[in-house]
Nanobody, 125 residues
C-alpha cells in the first residue's frame, strides 16, 4: 500500500528554518515524481516544490526560490523540504504527494493522486 507520512512542521519566527520530512512506504521514491504542496487558510492548495522526473529535475514556485530546497534520501525512502528564511506568508498545511512519472514540470496539484495527511507550518512572531 502506497503511503506518505509528513513530519517536521511547527511554529517558527520569521527568518527561522524548518525541515519537513515525508516518509514513503509501499513504493520506491526513486521511480516516482514527488512534491511538496501547501494550503493556507481560505486559499487553494498550491505546488511549492517538486521532483518531477526520475532524473531528479526540480521545480520551485517563485516565492520560495533561493529559500527552500527539496531533496530525497534513497536509503531512507524519504523526501525533505528544507525551508530557510521563513516568512508569515509561508504559513499553511504542507502536504507531500506522489505519482508515477511523467508529470508536467510545473508541480500541479491535479497531476498527483497519492497524498499524505499534511503537517502544519506556522510562521509568526
Amino acid at each position: 500500500q502506497v503511503q506518505l507520512v509528513e513530519s517536521g512542521g511547527g511554529l517558527v519566527q520569521p527568518g527561522g528554518s524548518l525541515r519537513l520530512s515525508c516518509a514513503a512506504s509501499g513504493f520506491t521514491l526513486d521511480y516516482y515524481a514527488i512534491g511538496w504542496f501547501r494550503q493556507a487558510p481560505g486559499r487553494e492548495r498550491e505546488g511549492v516544490s517538486c521532483i518531477t522526473s526520475i532524473d531528479g529535475s526540480t521545480y520551485y514556485t517563485d516565492s520560495v526560490k533561493g529559500r527552500f530546497t527539496i531533496s530525497r534520501d534513497t536509503v531512507k525512502n524519504t523526501v525533505f523540504l528544507q525551508m530557510n528564511n521563513l516568512k508569515p506568508e509561508d504559513t499553511g498545511v504542507y502536504y507531500c504527494a506522489t505519482d508515477p512519472p511523467p508529470v508536467r514540470p510545473m508541480c500541479l496539484v491535479e497531476d498527483f493522486r497519492t497524498w499524505g495527511r499534511g503537517t502544519q507550518v506556522t510562521v509568526a512572531p
